[in-house]
């Protein structure tokens, strides 16, 4: 029975994402007004999650080139050379909304879909990582949408085979109505045979592979691309079901039909489906596209071209085939037991035209779809600068290593092994990092090269000062990969933020964009893939700003990889970079008083630099047995991580006279390691340090089984791994 068709209207073109202003120019740029169909695939090329209307004009700031870069943003996927004929190409997406809705579904299809995003390239995925902010420990929800999302990523990753190498978590209340699932996925490609989208050429068959289409994900984009209120649980239905076993069979039947010259321009059908990936690849081919839905392979009864086409079905691409290539394709997708059928052609018009039940249902010049949308230079205000606090303003602990241990316990430091361990991450036998270090470390498969991963941010330093919090979470992910012997190459990204209507909160987005700008651009670092995801609030109350960094860096050779576990009593510690100094906005803080307030540690790019190439240097020439980064909690949990990591206790010296101790042992200054080298090699590498001009100090040795420091009690590891592992476990556990 054919459902009836609803009249068009102003308040229907609502409904669907529409501005009024919006839906005047899509009439005008139409001369007319829309069908359905056209007005859903409207809707979903002009949303936020589509179009990047309200972010566009500050993306091209971003850095985007450099003698490494083969592919920048615009394609499926960035990628860079990795020497010796291979690249590596990656991305991370944003699965938030879906995600909250449907936690399983909604994290296990982000992962599939970043994945296609990256054999649509013609490479095969290597490796997995994902960013995952949840809401407070105490929220109803956390726990559930724990054990969803987590369960998620690792069913359709291990059913993939492809290893999740690491990542990050945090819990905080900002997040418990908005949590973020973010994931990145890597992948190795010949550099002469990279695909991409544009279809170029008139008369080409467009074909369509992989799994059926059902009504599952129809309008995922638009809400994507909308805040959240009370009645955001009745959008379940707008989430996408993934089956992973299908996407291990595409993969490989896209792999294997690479081999031969058969495809002109692949595109996965990710965000709206049909019409994205359809509307993208003719408009980037200079070329008109005709589909005909009735040869689209359905598992539904009934469906509407409107349907078809906003559909989100998991597990499908679309592909221009050169002429005579059908059949040839059609043999490798029936060979892995996929849907193939030739559902249209490319055309010189211009236009993108859908014919379904024998009739025309939508006849659109594709420069509307593409190029009309509305560009917005959105009012934004400057979010007003924190003054920073003065470390003698914040009480000290009546004992440093207690409250060591109270923090290694807590929800933001404890060990994420139960997350880990749900993952298969040696999957594939390339895995050289496991979870839990700086960086993941995967090697190239029958090289000696490895490639480092790392996915960082701070959020409570974004949500005080946007432009240093955006600049840190660059310059963590440049020090992560440093920490392991990586040479930093590129970046991805994630953006995620409120509501960009709202001017304070495009100010964070605008002020986080300049960080990053700066920090890309210091580094040589640029920015070649990623995904803004606006609208992460619910009803008007906004996430703090999480700019998420994916970035990658070769090891040219893995035997040269550092690790951070202490691996050898008498080792010296060296601590390269600043003291301590700067607890505003740290972990301690909000141990000591409750709250995170103040400026965020700044960040020094020059001297990011330096210390960063001096510490790959020592790491390259062999001179250090252990590396890390030191980040949150600051210099003494740095150093009870590389303790915890290599099962080898240290003893510290006092802090320099004149500071305080507290600040030296928890500040969150950045641009610092610490290294432990044998003690012939300790003295060598603090003069080459005064050489360089950047600050080294030694601070203690490697030795026993427990953390001394002077005047108190030590804290023996077996305590202090019992309090890092065991708050994971038993806050999943109900207890």
């Known amino acids: ?71 920048g943003p615009g394609e499926n996927a960035g990628v860079v050379d990795l020497g010796d004929g291979q690249a590596a190409v990656f991305k991370m997406e944003s699965h938030n ?19 296609r995003d990256v054999f649509t390239m013609g490479a095969r995925p290597i490796a997995n990582m994902n960013a995952l902010r949840f809401g407070a420990p105490d929220h109803a929800k956390t726990r559930h949408l724990v054990a969803g999302v987590v369960s998620g990523i690792g069913d359709y990753g291990n059913c993939m085979g492809v290893p999740t190498v690491g990542g990050e978590t945090n819990f905080d209340a900002s997040y418990n109505d908005n ?65 992973p076993f299908t996407e291990k069979l595409l993969l490989e039947a896209c792999l294997e039909l690479m081999q031969e010259d058969a495809i002109v321009g692949i595109q996965d059908m990710g965000a709206a489906g049909l019409t994205s990936s359809s509307v993208e690849m003719a408009d980037k081919g200079g070329v008109g596209i005709e589909l005909d839905l009735d040869q689209v392979p359905t598992r539904e009864t009934g469906m509407t071209a409107y349907e078809m086409m906003l559909s989100e079905s998991q597990e499908r691409m679309l592909m221009v ?31 993108l035209v859908v014919r379904h039940g024998g009739a025309v249902q939508a006849d659109i010049p594709l420069s509307a779809l593409a190029h009309a949308a509305p560009v917005y230079e959105r009012p934004w205000t400057p ?32 060990s994420r092994r139960w997350i880990w361990e749900q993952y298969d991450h040696m999957v594939m036998a390339d895995t050289a990092q496991r979870p839990g270090g700086d960086a993941a470390v995967v090697r190239v498969h029958g090289t000696v090269k490895g490639l480092a991963i790392s996915c960082d941010v701070t959020p409570r330093y ?66 070649v893939s990623g995904n803004v995801s606006l609208y992460n609030e619910t009803n008007g109350v906004a996430i703090p700003p999480t700019p998420a960094i994916g970035g990658i860096g070769l090891i040219p050779n893995i035997a040269a990889m550092a690790t951070m576990a202490l691996k050898q009593d008498g080792d010296a510690l060296i601590l390269i970079g600043p003291e301590g100094s700067h607890l505003g906005q740290s972990l301690y803080q909000e141990l000591a008083s409750g709250k995170c307030e103040g400026a965020p540690p700044p960040v020094d790019l020059a001297a990011e630099l330096r210390a960063g190439d001096f510490v790959r240097g020592l790491i390259r ?30 003893a ?84």
């Open 1 to 71: 029975m054919n459902k009836p068709t609803p009249k068009i209207t102003p308040d229907l073109a609502a409904e669907h994402g529409l501005s009024p202003d919006e839906y005047r120019l899509l009439a005008a740029v139409l001369g007319r007004e829309p069908s359905l169909t056209e007005l859903g695939i409207f809707s979903v090329m002009w949303s936020e999650h589509c179009s990047y209307k309200s972010s566009r004009v500050w993306l091209r700031q971003l850095p985007t080139k450099g003698p490494q870069v083969i592919q």
């Open 97 to 115: 909304h879906p995600s909250y809705i449907e936690p399983y579904q909604g994290a296990a299809t982000g992962v599939g879909g970043i994945m």
């Open 179 to 243: 949590i973020l699932v973010n994931a990145m996925t890597v992948g190795l490609v010949d550099a002469k045979r990279i695909f991409k989208s544009a279809a170029k050429g008139v008369g080409l068959p467009v074909v369509y592979v992989g799994s059926k289409t059902g009504r599952d994900g129809i309008h995922g984009a638009t809400m994507a691309s909308a805040e959240f209120d009370e009645a955001s649980a009745e959008k379940r239905p707008t989430v996408q079901v993934g089956d």
């Open 321 to 351: 085939l050169k002429p005579g290539a059908e059949a040839a394709a059609e043999r490798v997708f029936r060979k892995w037991e996929l849907d193939f059928a030739v559902i249209g052609r490319t055309t010189d018009t211009g236009k």
């Open 383 to 414: 979010k007003p600068k924190p003054v920073a606090i003065a470390a003698e303003d914040i009480p000290a602990p009546n004992s440093l290593l207690g409250a060591l241990e109270t923090m290694m316990g807590s929800p933001h430091l404890s």
């Open 462 to 527: 974004c949500a005080a000062d946007p432009c240093e919090g955006a600049k840190q979470a660059v310059a963590e992910c440049w020090r992560n990969l440093t920490a392991v012997g990586a040479d930093p190459l590129a970046i991805t990204d994630c953006m995620n933020f409120g509501n960009p209507e709202r001017p304070e909160i495009m100010g964070e987005f605008v002020e986080a964009v300049m960080g990053m700008a700066e920090a890309c651009t210091a580094l040589s670092f640029p920015v």
């Open 621 to 650: 020439g062999g001179h250090v047995s252990a590396v890390h980064d030191i980040s949150d909690g600051g210099l003494l949990v740095a150093v009870a991580e590389m303790a915890l990591a290599g099962g080898r206790g240290a």
């Open 652 to 735: 510290l010296d006092a802090a320099p006279e004149g500071l305080p101790a507290h600040a030296v042992w928890f500040g969150e200054n950045q641009g610092r390691y610490v290294v432990a080298a044998a003690p012939e090699e300790a003295g060598r590498i603090l003069q080459e340090a005064a050489k360089a001009g950047i600050p080294a100090r030694a601070i203690g040795k490697a030795t026993g089984d427990a953390l001394k420091l002077a005047s108190e009690a030590p804290l023996s590891l077996a305590s202090l791994r019992t309090a890092h592992e065991r708050w994971l476990p038993g806050f999943m556990g109900g207890s």
